[in-house]
């Protein structure tokens, strides 16, 4: 049984930083893509980012080019994102996302070939 656990939400002033992580259990963590989500009341879920089962391939989505950095540790079957530069349009619940084999999707799937997600953290950003 898949599990994934996201932690480290919270409320930040704009500017401010924050790292959420996300504790994998249930497969081999490494042979899979991992992504995160994240969805803001009264909006579509968005593919924020994504790393492939190694960590040589990353996506983000434009919004956060630049602010935010997905990173993985096989050793400890746990996917982070560290974002930086919050702004209050980043407040949403963040989901965190494993892949149905090694690689995520940009296009052609509207899953992002993800196939579970954890159930999110709750991340506000005060103006």
């Known amino acids: 049984q898949v599990q994934l656990v996201e932690s480290g939400g919270g409320l930040v002033q704009a500017g401010g930083s924050l790292r959420l992580s996300c504790a994998a259990s249930g497969r081999t963590f490494s042979m899979y893509a991992m992504g995160w989500f994240r969805q803001a009341p009264g909006k579509e879920r968005e593919f924020v980012a994504g790393i492939n089962w190694n960590g040589d391939s990353t996506y983000y989505v434009d919004s956060v080019k630049g602010r935010f950095t997905i990173s993985r540790d096989n050793g400890k079957n746990t996917v982070y994102l560290q974002m930086d530069n919050l702004k209050p349009e980043d407040t949403a619940d963040y989901y965190c996302?494993?892949?149905?084999?090694?690689?995520?999707?940009?296009?052609?799937?509207?899953?992002?070939?993800?196939?579970?997600w954890g159930k999110g953290t709750l991340v506000t950003v005060s103006s």
């Open positions: 996302a494993q892949g149905r084999n090694q690689y995520y999707y940009v296009i052609g799937r509207n899953d992002y070939g993800m196939l579970y």
